[in-house]
């Protein structure tokens, strides 16, 4: 449950950002990516909390998050989901594409380092 309140949070603070943001840049996600975000969602809070181990937890707590963010911008602005910030004119993101990219590293690099530090237990039969 760790998982899923930090992806709550994560989401929540995302989607504050989009709907205080002023005249964001807004970009259409198809409902391939919506089938992906939720399906990212839901096995990071299922199956992530298996790996017993704080760093990897909040990794995916992030980026669930950040997909939760995205997934309900797609349903709540039907002119595109908001990208309110911009660089140099003509790079545009939001928040939840930033806990996406920081998520997905540090559970990455988290699970490495259990599975270095654990190395006698990635023999033990399933």
């Given amino acids: 449950m760790k998982v899923a309140a930090l992806a ?3 989401g929540a603070v995302d989607l504050v950002q989009k ?3 002023v005249d964001p840049i807004r970009h ?3 409902f391939a990516a919506f089938v992906l975000m939720a399906t990212v969602c839901v096995a990071l809070v299922l199956v992530v909390p298996l790996l017993p181990w704080t760093p990897v937890l909040l990794g995916a707590g992030v980026a669930a998050g950040g997909a939760l963010g ?3 911008s797609m349903l709540v602005w039907h002119g595109g989901v908001p990208d309110p910030l ?3 004119g003509w790079i545009a ?3 939840a594409d930033v806990f996406v990219l920081a998520g997905d590293a540090l559970l990455l690099s988290a699970a490495v380092v259990y599975a270095l530090r654990n190395r006698e237990r990635l023999r033990l039969p399933v």
């Fill in 8 to 10: 709550a949070a994560f």
């Fill in 19 to 21: 709907a205080t943001a």
């Fill in 28 to 30: 259409d996600r198809s």
């Fill in 70 to 72: 995205n997934l309900v």
């Fill in 86 to 88: 911009v660089v140099s």
């Fill in 93 to 95: 993101f939001n928040l």
